[in-house]
């Protein structure tokens, strides 16, 4: 049974829509990542299963049971927020047992659970400090020491590491995999971050206008996205989209080319009912660079950003399309050379014009 199930869940604010019917389960020991752009719904749908906010219609069950009407205390959830909302006149120790002091819990009860707390978060030594003492990354620990201790069934987090530096957002991001590995919990995590999404998740859920794009494991959604918008938000730099013209179809596959392009099959995966017009999604990553007349797309260099590691081409295609281009060795190109790049057809993506394209990041 999953732990957590959502069915047909709707949110609407007056006249105004929010979430348009979610379907989800969440299994025992998940690590489950909301993404999606901002304003699509990702805290609305996280705050309804916390019960922060009302469920406007269908259900949400957590181990079974429906519990719509239930208030957030009584679900088995605990959940870590962005802002630490950790109380600056009490100790570390005060802050960690504040659930259980308030729920009557005895001294050797709190001392126990505040322990083991701190043990699994190595803060042992920040307990008799109070918060004005702590860097943000320990102010955070202390908020998911007090969610530990309450020994939630579920975790939920809302952009919990967004106020840190990037150091510091890389250690707690660490941190949390560790977490969730050590609890054996179930945890539902919303981010901005694509790489806190594909490192931590077991599964992500895309996002778009209070409605789910598509779900599944992070490789899942980079090598097989199920639309256009997928395609487009998950990956740096953004999946490159050419205009093409389809000329033939069959059953399985599908030739495209365009002024840039020269004629390639790829497979069409029924989203191209028959020749016409189609978007062929190219990653900058599955690329390379050939001499010019040799390739199967043409174009001139604007730019090239060498990072040591890789460069990054930005051309301009025979086409007028902009195109970006990695490749994992340092390369110089002129600006205005001549380009010719190749690519495996089987690691390009073809889907029906029209589809709104995510914005890119
Ligand atoms: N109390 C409210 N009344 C009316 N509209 C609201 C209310 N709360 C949220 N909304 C709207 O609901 C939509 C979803 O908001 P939500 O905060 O869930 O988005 P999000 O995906 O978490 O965005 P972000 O990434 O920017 O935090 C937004 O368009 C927002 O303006």
Redesign the pocket.
Known sequence: MATLKLSNVKKS??A?D?IKGVDLEIEHGEFVVFV????????????MISGLEDITSGTLEIGGEVVNDKPPKERGIAMVFQSYAIFPHMTVRENVQFGLTIAGASKQEKEEKVAEAARVLQMEHLLDRRPSQLSGGQRQRVAIGRAIVRKPKVFLFD?PLSNLDAALRMDMRMEIGRLHDTLDATMIY?T?DQVEAMTLADKIVV?KD?LVMQVGTPMELFHEPANLFVAGFLGAPSMNFLDVDVTERDGTFAKVANAALDPITVAHKGRIDGPGKGVLGIRPQHVSAVEPGSGMLHGKVNMTERLGTETVANMTLQDGSTFIATFDEDKIFQQGESIDLVFSPEQAHLFAPGEMKSAAH
Do not use: A, N, Q
């Open positions: 604010y007056g105004v929010v999606g752009p901002s304003g699509c719904g990702k805290s609305t749908l996280l705050r952009e919303v901005h996002l209070g």
